[in-house]
């Protein structure tokens, strides 16, 4: 396996900072095709029932609500206040639920269940545990000690009892959002939030037995200087959560109107942002963290570091995670699946997903069956995202190619990179090294076939990498 050690280069950095796509997925999104629907997914899922071993099943739950926007915000999500609507979008999920489970052989067991948003606990902590239930009647649950069931939290709406139900539930992951306890940061991107009652929900979470916290700080807001970053970084330490994600903030306004509110002049220069980078980078590798890739670090202990070091590491729409082996059910307003050969979304707007399933459909909008080039493509691009190295004969051997003249124009630009430092090239491997490790996504887009031509990347479709 490649090391988790990275070093931080800013000159480098400077130099590749371009917008990039984030290979949660490969094709990425913006390759879905209006062409594959409800059709092509009830096909390719019944294939799947076929495999000589059951796949075991991913499955994810899109809760777009959101009390009160936060600017910088660039997710799929609804402000309201009317906890109605609410109840009125659990009816249709639970329905959605009920169809999407009569595409799957009960012997395939669920491993993973995550909750995403939006904020999910704009439910109340009662119906999310109905979520849960109605997901367990419908589909098979692995045992406890081999299932992962995980959450995102707003620490402001959430209290310590509320996480007792939670845990009851059977929920033993949760990720809050902190971003920045700086107060003008917070004031400038609508999102007022206390330490206190942030460390309380921490602590809640350890003491009703849930196995993993992580929390996600955002580089790059408005207003941020090194001097409160810091702050904002010394308070996490203390609290020592199992995981750390540390995102940059990609500042798009002409995709999502919420950032429209942020002043461009209160955003850092890149330089300055930069900065912000490095000293989370020190700060964490200071503490004991481990980089894991792309924004992620961890604990030594932590079950993400285990499954990189154990060569097992995963990386999908719901990030870094260790369930590699199983068929994704996305569910909900925008969410997507990828089940065996092929990606598959919901509509984006609440009211086409409405639609669909009163309609009694399965609410697919677009998707793609994925063809051997793009099977092939996936599997290097994910062993760089995940592992930053790429075995080159373990390739051959799964897909029967000669690795170097079938991507020989991945390889040119390859050693371009290697000029730089970013990458190291051997017959056996490539391999980022510790200046590339934190520009994966620059080695991964060198294997993406559908990129337009260097430099010709529209810079609205995806952010920077950096």
């Known amino acids: 396996m490649a090391t988790s050690s990275v070093l931080f280069d800013p000159e480098l950095l400077r130099r590749y ?27 390719v899922a019944a294939l799947t029932n076929g495999d000589p071993i059951p796949r075991p099943l991913s499955i994810y739950a899109h809760i777009p609500f959101c009390a009160s926007p936060c600017f910088y915000c660039g997710c799929n999500r609804v402000i309201t206040r009317d906890k109605a609507r609410g109840d009125a ?40 545990a109905e979520v849960v239930d109605v997901v367990r009647r419908h589909f098979s649950f692995a045992p406890e000690d081999r299932r992962e069931c995980s959450i995102e939290l707003d620490p402001r709406f959430v209290d310590p009892d509320d ?3 939670l845990a009851e539930a059977g929920f033993n992951r949760a990720s809050l959002g902190v971003q920045d306890f700086d107060p003008a940061v917070q004031k400038a991107v609508n999102r007022v939030q206390g330490v206190e009652q942030t460390l309380a929900i921490i602590d809640a979470c350890r003491g009703h037995g849930m196995r993993s916290v992580n929390v996600d700080l955002i580089y790059g807001l408005p207003l941020q200087t090194p001097e409160g970053f810091d702050r904002t ?7 020592r959560p199992d995981r750390l994600a540390i995102y940059s903030y990609a500042h798009l306004p002409q995709l999502f109107r919420p950032q429209q509110r942020i002043r461009a002049d209160d955003l850092p ?52 995670t260790t369930s590699a082996d199983s068929d994704l059910i996305g569910l ?46 996936a599997d290097v691009i994910q062993a760089l995202m995940c592992h930053g190295e790429i075995d080159i004969p373990a390739v051959e051997r799964r897909h029967v190619v000669a690795f170097r003249s079938y991507f020989a124009g991945a390889m040119d630009q390859l050693a371009k990179l290697e000029q730089d430092g970013l990458v190291e090239l051997s017959r056996r491997t490539i391999r980022a090294t510790a200046r590339g490790r934190l520009l994966l996504r620059v080695l991964a887009a060198c294997f993406d076939r559908y990129l337009l031509p260097q430099g010709d990347v529209a810079a609205v479709q995806f952010s920077r990498t950096v």
Do not use: C
């Open 17 to 43: 900072d371009r917008p990039g796509p984030r290979y949660t997925s490969y094709p990425t999104a913006p390759q879905f095709r209006p062409d594959f629907g409800e059709a092509q997914l009830r096909e």
């Open 89 to 128: 979008y659990l009816v249709r999920l639970y329905r959605e639920i009920g169809m999407m489970s009569k595409l799957f052989d009960r012997d395939r067991d669920v491993v993973q269940l995550h909750l995403g948003g939006g904020t999910p606990n704009f439910l109340d902590a009662g119906q999310i």
């Open 163 to 165: 996480i007792r139900v």
């Open 233 to 239: 970084l010394e308070i996490m330490l203390e609290a």
């Open 269 to 320: 220069t890149p330089q300055a942002k930069l900065a912000l980078l490095q000293l989370a980078i020190e700060r964490l590798g200071e503490a004991g963290y481990v980089y894991i890739g792309m924004d992620h670090f961890a604990l030594p202990g932590d079950d993400l570091a285990q499954a990189q070091s154990r060569g097992d590491l995963h990386r999908n729409f719901m990030g870094y």
């Open 332 to 377: 909900g307003v925008s969410a997507i699946s990828h089940v065996g050969p092929s990606f598959s979304q919901n509509p984006r707007d609440l009211p086409g997903w409405e639609q669909a399933i009163d309609a009694g459909r399965l609410p697919v909008w677009r998707g793609m069956r994925l063809e051997e080039d793009d099977l092939l493509r």
